[in-house]
T-cell receptor, first 112, second 115 residues
């Protein structure tokens, strides 16, 4: 069974304090790994897609990396507006493109 | 460009009732999927539709059903509501099924409370 585990569950940082969020996955044949951001009361918002080990993607203060067993979301010099829940998901090996298996998320709080 | 629109945003039902939720995808998007989000289980896939056909279904009982119309709008129905059905139901759309982008555009969800 495909599984995605994210750690830590919650993380509090001071503004400017860099850190990393972890996503470990177990899937039979990774088709893609995805990062989403979710703000309270909103639906998830797409951030990145990673397809193969060694791949990296960047967007502003965020950088996602992928190995054969896990992915990291690095956040550099975060600002309070980066506070959100970050969700990791893998695409199921069989079935439609929209069937994603999500982790429980990491709730990130950036204090000014 | 309008985003994914879900209605109603909030609703309260009692056990045993049934509920219908509606989703209008982004214009031009033909693929729609539904997810259930709860604090305990997180986001769980319900089903996916493309061109009015169900392409995939998650591990939910038959009380959960859905359909897609010719204009790509979608509805999901939950019959004989149980307390455990209380959740945020999210609809997502994408341009097409089978395209491996993983970029789903989510609506803001319909928050269902079952009393």
């Amino acid at each position: 069974e495909d599984q995605v585990t994210q750690s830590p569950e919650a993380l509090r940082l001071q503004e400017g304090e860099s850190s990393s969020l972890n996503c470990s996955y177990t899937v039979s044949g990774l088709r893609g790994l995805f990062w989403y951001r979710q703000d309270p009361g909103k639906g998830p918002e797409f951030l990145f897609t990673l397809y193969s080990a060694g791949e990296e993607k960047e967007k502003e203060r965020l950088k996602a990396t992928l190995t054969k067993k896990e992915s990291f979301l690095h956040i550099t010099a975060p600002k309070p507006e980066d506070s959100a829940t970050y969700l990791c998901a893998v695409q199921a090996p069989f079935g439609g493109a929209q069937k994603l298996v999500f982790g429980q998320g990491t709730r990130l709080t950036i204090n000014p | 460009k309008a985003g994914v629109t879900q209605t109603p945003r909030y609703l309260i039902k009692t056990r045993g009732q049934q509920v219908t939720l509606s989703c209008s995808p982004i214009s031009g998007h033909r693929s729609v999927s539904w997810y259930q989000q709860t604090p305990g289980q997180g986001l769980q896939f319900l089903f996916e539709y493309f061109s009015e056909t169900q392409r995939n279904k998650g591990n939910f009982p038959g009380r959960f059903s859905g359909r897609q119309f010719s204009n790509s709008r979608s509805e999901m129905n939950v019959s004989t509501l149980e307390l455990g059905d209380s959740a945020l139901y999210l609809c997502a759309s994408s341009l097409m099924s089978g395209k491996l982008t993983g970029e789903l555009f989510f609506g803001e969800g319909s928050r269902l409370t079952v009393l």
